[in-house]
């Protein structure tokens, strides 16, 4: 099967088997990596009275991506950004369970929210450099982690851009808006301001849905290139991309954690009838 009939939004919707959605990819592998990096046991998010997330029980394997699929409003995302206490700024919300990042509880009394959130980075549907230069855009964060010295901020800089693989296509204009940036160059710009304070793991909320096709694939190369360095999580609408990129899937519906396994697993043999019929567009 050709990539192009993968592509084809109406041959997806009459699919009857998942396997003819999922396309095994050519992967590096990764070393020293496949440890719990992130645990839910019981794990609930309420936004007042109503439960956003329900009972999740999960555990994230460090330095693979982990995708997190389902229908808008299912909680995928709201349970993305619990890893790093985003839903903090939502005064309704409240968690109830447990969740552990490094065997630390994220939800803990005398967890620092600041030092969590360095090594939590996250990355936005819609790309959001700072109205800055491309320079001080990834400069930000080492600054306010107490890095002021020219010359090691600049060997930052360079290390995260070329980790985001847009060294080359800046370099000679580090002084310039960011938004004067494409699109695609821009949510680049926005990983490397993330990876410029040295994160373990990468929250991808929907990276590409603002991107077109030539700039999603350099954003899913460069989730290849990290994968193995970092745990990643992304969120996506997009099945063939889930498929492309990830390790393993989580699919979820109306805040349940439906099915949780190796994204080959998933898209081949699910165990939930639930989750077919959602791979396969039998709904959405």
């Known amino acids: 099967m050709t990539t192009d009939t993968l592509e084809t939004p109406e041959l997806m919707s009459a699919q009857k088997s998942t396997k003819d959605i999922y396309l095994p990819p050519a992967r590096k592998k990764v070393t020293d990596g496949g440890k719990p990096h992130v645990v839910a046991r019981e794990f609930s998010i309420y936004y007042g009275e109503f439960e956003a997330v329900k009972r999740v029980n999960a555990e994230i394997p460090s330095k693979y991506v982990t995708a997190l699929i389902g229908p808008s409003g299912c909680g995928k995302s709201t349970f993305l950004r619990s890893i790093n206490r985003m839903n903090d700024l939502i005064p309704t919300c409240h968690t109830t369970g447990a969740l552990h990042f490094d065997n630390e509880d994220v939800y803990g009394k005398y967890t620092d929210e600041v030092l969590l959130r360095k090594k939590v980075g996250m990355v936005f549907q819609k790309p959001n450099p700072f109205p800055k230069s491309i320079f001080d855009n990834i400069a930000y964060g080492p600054r306010l982690h107490g890095i002021n010295d020219r010359k090691k901020l600049m060997e930052i800089v360079e290390r995260s851009l070329r980790k985001a693989a847009l060294w080359d296509e800046v370099c000679d204009r580090l002084d310039k808006n960011a938004l004067g940036l494409s699109g695609g160059q821009q949510q680049r710009l926005c990983v490397a301001r993330t990876l410029a304070v040295e994160p373990e793991v990468l929250l991808l909320d929907e990276p590409t849905s603002a991107l077109d096709p030539k700039a999603t694939a350099k954003i899913e190369d460069l989730i290849q290139e990290l994968r193995g360095s970092y745990t990643i999580m992304i969120v996506t609408h997009n099945m063939q991309q889930a498929s ?19 994204t080959a697993q998933l ?8 989750t077919e019929d959602y791979i396969t567009g039998r709904f959405s």
């Open 267 to 274: 898209f081949t043999n699910p165990k939930d009838s639930m």
């Open 244 to 262: 492309r990129v990830s390790d393993y899937t989580m699919f979820f519906y109306e805040g349940v954690l439906v099915e949780h396994a190796s």
